[in-house]
């Protein structure tokens, strides 16, 4: 084992790329050294971090090795090529089981890659596992994941975030140095930022959604979780653009994420309109995570960018929204699973002969969990004859409502911004009983999905209450991806600076746990 | 096989009291090259589940694109039925569960159908009626179960069922007629013209094989009865799947009598699917349909909307065929039909027929004389279809030529279709291997000349006093010893030359 391998966990993705492209290492030594980590602190549902649900030793060795020859023949796939990366276990990988957190696809091995998941294969980029998640994305602390939950790097006693812990988490415990999540409702920025990581939920359409196995279609995004605003754009721009197989993507080239990133990062904001959201704050927000906030809006308008405070008043019934619309495209999306061609098959006990109704009732009943029964009851009744205008029909209205509340925004100012959690990392077990009490903490990510817009989740420092993580959330038009990057680097390294280095350096050193 | 419990009241007795409401739905499979939803072969017939992928087998993650033919040939059907084309239109889910559903929803139009408020006219006996087109919206197959074991074939008490997901995606169309009132006695009949001439106009359009025995052509036939003169429209009874042209009159005929039985005896008809027996004609229940049936429609969320574009639209439009009504018209006139003429071929479902055998070669007379006397009355004979006889437009036009040519007459030509039906080759194969063709050599007529002169010297001594006339009674005789296949005009010159 090579002695550089810790060092080799630290590092960011791009600088593993310089280092690879200067041949100062191997993909085969990186991953090696990634696999190391995950053997040492991963642990298992019982203890250490469980991020993965699945590592892939062979087939991400496997992998570097091949990509190792194409570094070694001057031919790299890619700038990434051999920087390992894991993935959210609700996108297909062939070969790799796919169980998007569910007793009910236990053991599926899905005979498909999802678009991004070929886009990485292509890119040469060793996959090294698939991470734990709330069962089909549905939950804001992994907790509801039918393996286990997911602990927070920081405290392991408490939530990494939902649905996307497991992303979240392996990047931040230096498992990963890349990771990809998906964002619902904040799936990828709110575990960003409880686990002081970067997260970005692209424009819906940016980023092909084939392979993501759904749980609300026209809310859903893949997006990068990692370390650094840079890293994410890296990602963002090898996973992005136009995919034929998802016929929501936008057929129109990515706006150039990197260099928006790299502007950022030398502290360009000057003349940027900054607008602060008002209902994303204030009365029942946590006053450390308040505080970080307002820390970082003034570092940017020490740096030259204009704040003002802007008004979304539709914000404060996004929620409801969310929570109707959601669960109607949920329950329609897990009709599928009905132990008739893939998955758990469980027999009703003391019937001799079952009917296929009968199995698929007896295979629901023990497959899904108890957050997944409630949404599907909740969405085949908003959908209901003659309960539809007054659920769903008045949901998409208000979706309709909070558009045009960016829309007027977006006039107003360039980027809007808020805290992206109203609460640092809360102990586990704390919500499961209260599962209002758990869907708040998605009440600042939610209004971007339901109109589309992207957004990005960028530490902000601990806060004064618990020493914890705090996420500073930016938000852009449609189609502006680069500017959440430009504002997200430019935080980054305005609060960078301040803090001298990056934040996760400040968490605290995790016990080796084996695997 | 099913037994009826129904009392069923005499169908005119039940038209003296009743005014019947007719509503057709017809499925349209398309003949697309791929599915509706991805890049599947829509082909019929491979082995099963062997054209398949993640998206029509409803894999998680899967995602539907929509095939942009199948949107085309909407189109061009939705314009053929006189429709508006929506500027603008979605997909929606229509959810229940279903063992061959791979998704347990169906992708279909649900309140923003493709083509809608459009019409045809249909002609039964000389009389046109014009059936109002709601709706034409495009959806995809389910896949075909196959239930093993049990006796009726159904999923109720079967040992186990196969499911094919072949067929899952394959793109339909489904054509919905407003209710069809006014019909009267006469309801049966422009059912089944609706469908005939339906069927006649996909097929003009290309965008389906049209076949109902392979069920491309899938028609659900509404009935109500309402009590005669009042107005309203009845509660009304659904048979699904009624596979020909002859059912579909079947089915009504038996459904308005059914209906009525019902009614007369102070009952309620209930709503619900039935399913029609092609072998004894009736209707028996299928599942109730029931307020309780929610489908819980919504917009697909993973499809963008579908707006096509008013110049692609206008495209589509100049590339439609000729109206079927005006083409009726103007072939009438070119084959020189009479209006009874034309009323007959195309009340035998002949109309198709005739044309492509007159393309083929043989004269509109001819063409029509075989189809509407001949091969209908076979057809009538065999309960089957016409295009079903088993003889072929190309192979009647054979026909019909080798009778010109002189080598067979009208009466040794069925014996030739006979063959044709039993498949016994081609035509002149036909006429070769059963030794149909007639003789004209003048040695073998001759000899049976004399013999006949022989037989009947009667005959013989009339016609040499002059009675040429009697020539008729020894030409018989001669056929009868040919069996039908001498050469007349040559028996009655060989007949005078030796009694003249």
């Known amino acids: ?515 | 096989m099913s037994a009826s419990t129904e009392v069923l009241v005499d169908f005119d007795e039940a038209l003296e009291r009743y005014d019947p409401a007719l509503g057709l739905e017809v499925h349209v499979e398309l003949n697309t090259a791929t599915k509706m939803f991805c890049g599947c072969p829509a082909t019929f017939g491979g082995e099963p589940n062997t054209q398949v992928c993640p998206t029509c087998l409803g894999l998680p993650g899967a995602m539907p694109a929509v095939n942009g033919k199948a949107v085309e040939a909407a189109i061009r059907i939705g314009l053929a039925l006189n429709c508006e084309i929506a500027e603008w239109c979605r997909f929606a889910r229509k959810n229940y569960f279903y063992p061959d559903m791979p998704k347990n929803f169906q992708t279909s139009q649900y309140d923003e159908p493709i083509a809608f408020d459009g019409y045809m006219d249909v002609e039964v006996d000389g009389t046109t009626f014009r059936v109002e087109i709601e709706r034409a919206h495009m959806e995809e197959d389910t896949g075909k179960s196959t239930h093993v074991g049990g006796a009726t074939g159904r999923i109720h008490g079967a040992d186990h069922s196969l499911v094919d997901y072949n067929r899952a995606g394959i793109p339909l169309i489904e054509i919905v007629t407003r209710p069809i009132v006014g019909a009267g006695a006469r309801a049966p009949e422009v059912a089944r013209a609706y469908v005939a001439q339906l069927r006649d106009l996909i097929l003009a359009l290309g965008v389906s094989e049209a076949r109902m025995d392979q069920g491309n052509l899938r028609a659900d036939v509404n009935l109500s009865l309402a009590p005669k003169g009042s107005g309203v429209l009845g509660t009304r009874s659904e048979t699904k799947n009624v596979n020909s042209f002859r059912s579909v009159e079947r089915a009504v005929r038996f459904e308005v009598a059914r209906h009525a039985g019902v009614l007369d005896a102070g009952g309620k008809v209930v709503q619900e699917t039935r399913h029609f027996h092609e072998d004894t004609g009736i209707t028996t229940s299928g599942r109730e349909k029931s307020d309780a049936e929610d489908y819980r429609y919504f917009p697909e969320p993973d499809l963008v909307p579908v707006a096509p574009s008013r110049e692609w639209v206008e495209e589509l439009r100049a590339t439609l065929p000729e109206n079927p009504t005006a083409k009726r018209a103007r072939l009438q006139a070119e084959w020189g039909y009479s209006d009874l003429e034309m009323r007959d071929t195309v009340g035998a479902g002949a109309f198709g027929l005739v044309e492509e055998t007159i393309a083929a070669g043989a004269s509109p007379q001819a063409a029509r004389k075989w189809w509407v006397a001949e091969l209908a009355r076979r057809a009538n004979d065999a309960g089957v279809e016409l295009a079903a006889v088993g003889v072929t437009p190309v192979q009647v036009a054979a026909v019909q030529a080798l009778v010109e040519g002189g080598t067979i007459n009208d009466k040794l030509a069925r014996q030739v279709f006979d063959g044709l039906v039993a498949g016994e080759g081609t035509p002149e194969e036909i006429v070769a291997a059963r030794g149909l063709a007639i003789v004209s050599d003048d040695g073998a007529l001759g000899a049976a000349v004399d013999k006949a002169i022989e037989a009947n010297p009667d005959v013989a001594q009339k016609i040499r006093d002059g009675k040429v006339a009697a020539a008729g009674a020894l030409i018989g005789a001669v056929m009868k010893e040919m069996r039908g296949q001498a050469d007349a005009g040559r028996v009655r010159e060989l007949v005078l030359e030796r009694l003249s």
């Open chain 1, 1 to 515: 084992m090579s002695t550089t391998n810790g060092d080799l966990t630290r590092r960011t993705a791009a600088e593993l790329a310089d280092a690879l492209a200067a041949g100062e290492t191997t993909s085969v030594e990186l991953t090696q050294a990634h696999l190391d980590r995950i053997a040492a602190v991963d642990g298992s549902a019982e203890a250490g971090v469980h991020a993965f649900l699945h590592v892939d030793p062979e087939g991400a060795l496997a992998q570097a090795r091949a990509s190792d020859e194409r570094r070694a023949a001057g031919t790299p796939a890619h700038l990434l090529d051999g920087v390992p990366i894991a993935v959210k276990d609700i996108l297909t990988t062939t070969g790799l089981p796919t169980t998007c957190g569910s007793k009910i696809l236990d053991g599926w091995v899905p005979p498909y890659d999802a678009t991004v998941v070929t886009r990485l294969k292509a890119a040469g980029l060793p996959i090294l596992g698939k991470t734990n998640m709330d069962e089909f994305a549905m939950g804001s602390s992994t907790e509801h994941s039918a393996y286990g939950p997911t602990r927070n790097p920081w405290d392991l006693t408490r939530i990494p975030g939902g649905s996307g812990g497991g992303s979240a988490a392996a990047v931040a415990s230096y498992q990963a140095p890349l990771a990809l999540g998906t964002d619902t409702g904040g799936s990828i920025r709110q575990p960003g930022a409880v686990t002081g990581t970067v997260g970005v939920k692209p424009t819906y359409g940016g980023v092909s959604r084939y392979g993501l196995v759904a749980l609300a279609n026209s809310l859903d995004q893949v997006g990068p979780v990692t370390r650094t605003v840079l890293d994410s754009a890296l990602l963002h721009e090898l996973v992005g653009g136009h995919d034929p197989r998802d016929s929501t993507s936008i057929p129109q080239p990515v706006p150039g994420l990197v260099a928006a990133a790299r502007q950022g990062a030398a502290g360009d904001v000057a003349g940027l309109k900054v607008g602060v959201v008002r209902e994303l704050g204030g009365e029942g927000w946590q006053p450390g995570v308040m505080a970080r906030f307002d820390e970082a809006v003034e570092a940017l308008v020490a740096a030259g960018a204009e704040v003002v405070e802007v008004s979304c008043p539709s914000f404060v019934h996004a929620m409801a929204a969310y929570y109707l619309i959601l669960p109607a495209e949920c329950s329609s999306n897990l009709a599928k699973f009905d132990a008739m061609r893939y998955g758990l098959r469980v027999l009703p006990e003391g019937v001799a002969s079952p009917s296929a109704e009968e199995v698929m009732r007896a295979t629901r009943d023990a497959g899904f969990g108890d957050e997944v029964k409630r949404r599907i009851i909740l969405g085949t009744y908003a959908l209901s004859s003659g309960y539809y205008e007054a659920y769903y029909g008045q949901a998409q209205k208000i979706r309709t409502l909070i558009s045009r509340d960016f829309a007027a925004a977006f006039e107003q100012v360039d980027v809007l911004v808020s805290p992206t959690a109203p609460t640092t990392a809360f102990p586990l077990g704390e919500k499961l009983d209260d599962p209002l009490a758990m869907y708040r903490g998605d009440l600042a990510t939610i209004p971007a999905n339901l109109a589309g817009v992207p957004g990005i989740s960028v530490p902000a420092g601990l806060a004064d209450e618990d020493g914890l993580p705090v996420g500073f959330q930016v938000l852009a038009p449609a189609l502006a991806d680069d500017r959440v990057y430009r504002v997200g680097a430019a935080v980054e390294a305005l609060l960078g600076e301040k803090w001298g280095g990056a934040l996760l350096e400040q968490a605290p050193e995790l016990e080796e746990v084996g695997r």
